[in-house]
Structures are given as C-alpha cells and as structure tokens.
C-alpha cells in the first residue's frame, strides 16, 4: 500500500517558539493531506485539509495563524505551530488517500511537547 | 455535523469473537472506514464500506447499514495483540461543503486470557 512519512516523530520544544512537520507521500501523489491532533484517551480531531497549490481549509476553532499549513508539491505537506504553548503538546498525524488500499494511509505521528 | 457514536470500552476473551457497534448522523455520506490504533501509534486501515452489507476480510468483518446509520467491525478468533482502540470514521461531503472524514472517539478493546 501506499507510504505517508511523517517527520520529526518526536520533538520537544520551548514555549513561543515554532516547530515545522513534515508529511511526505513516498511513492503516489496526494493532490490532498489531512491534518489530525489526538489528545491524550481522545479520537483524531480533523484540523484542517492540506490542498496542493491553494489554501489549506480549516476546520472550526481551529487558528490559521498559528497552525500553518503549506502543501506546494504534489507529495509535500507541512504543518508548523507556530508560537508553540503547552497547551499545543498533542500527537499530530497527517493522512492522504490510498487508491490502492482504497483507504487512507496515516503517517506516523509527530509527538509535540512544549515546555 | 456528524455525530459518530460507539462504546468507549469493551473486553472480550482470547479466541473469542467480538463486534464493535458504531452509529452515526450525517449528511452526504460516502463510505465508512473503520482504523485500529496501538497506543501511541498511528492508526492502520482495516475496511471500508460504501454499500450495504458484509465486507470480510480474513478474521475481521465490517457491516454497513445506510438506512440504519449503523455499521459493526466483527473480530474473530481473538488474539492477544488485537488489544487496541478501534475507530469507527465517516466520509461525507454536506450539501455546499467539502469531503472529509470525521473519526469517533474510538472503542478500545482489551482482549484478556
């Protein structure tokens, strides 16, 4: 099936700065990411819709200024937090649909701590 | 919205066959996909339906009822590492709105001895 890389898989980081994560589809072309956080005992909440070439579009609540989103190729889609909090420590996951699997296909998970 | 209910927890026993229920409230619905997630890793693809009916494949089973809202994941001959949460997640595209898929909060299944 279908490979979606996700790095950093951890990081931890001071509170106000900025931390960039990266989603890769390693061998198909994902014109489309999706953008989870899951808290802790808690479901994937969809944060926003990563689209190649055009805007993200973001779910409610959720901030555009501080959760950027940047999808400029065909198999690259960025998140960054930016001005981290505390609060933004959470497990962060990207998805893209899998035509093989018929399914979608989860990176692996980027664990955010901010101290 | 979509509103994507299934039990919190559930506990079954090795060798055993289990079914995870999952209801939901949607409009423009186009398929239902069903994820098993260890702690603390990424949740891995089991099934997805889009018609009526049974989809199996090898020990796991996934039911969709359209008219009923109503979808189950049956595991069978339970092992020990079927221990996970199991996610039950809706594609729709509302009238006027975009596709996505929105998960439930997850059923996390302990499969004892």
């Known amino acids: 099936g279908a490979v979606v890389s996700q790095h950093p898989s951890r990081v931890i980081c001071k509170s106000g700065t900025s931390v960039k994560i990266e989603c890769r589809s390693l061998?198909?072309?994902?014109?489309?990411m999706f953008w989870y956080r899951q808290f802790p005992k808690q479901s994937l909440m969809l944060m926003a819709t990563s689209n190649e070439g055009s805007k993200a579009t973001y779910e409610q609540g959720v901030e555009k200024d501080k959760f950027l989103i940047n999808h400029a190729s065909l198999t690259l889609s960025t998140l960054t937090v930016t001005s981290a909090h505390p609060e933004d420590s959470s497990f962060y996951i990207c998805?893209?649909?899998?035509?093989?699997?018929?399914?979608?296909?989860f990176g692996s998970g980027t664990r955010l701590t901010v101290v | 919205g979509q509103n994507i209910d299934q039990p919190t927890e559930m506990t079954a026993t090795e060798g055993a066959i289990v079914q995870i229920n999952c209801t939901y409230q949607t409009s423009g619905f186009n398929g239902l996909f069903w994820y098993q997630q260890h702690a603390g890793e990424a949740p891995t693809f089991l099934s997805y339906n889009v018609l009526d009916g049974l989809e199996e494949k090898g020990r796991f089973s996934s039911f969709l009822s359209r008219s009923k809202g109503y979808s189950y994941l049956l595991l069978k001959e339970l092992q020990m590492k079927d221990s996970a949460s199991y996610l039950c997640?809706?594609?729709?595209?509302?009238?006027?709105?975009?596709?996505?898929?929105?998960f439930g909060t997850g059923t996390k299944l302990q499969v004892i001895p």
């Open positions: 998805s893209a649909w899998d035509r093989g699997a018929y399914g979608y296909t």
């Open positions: 061998d198909f072309q994902a014109t489309t």
């Open positions: 997640a809706v594609r729709a595209r509302p009238s006027g709105g975009y596709q996505k898929v929105t």
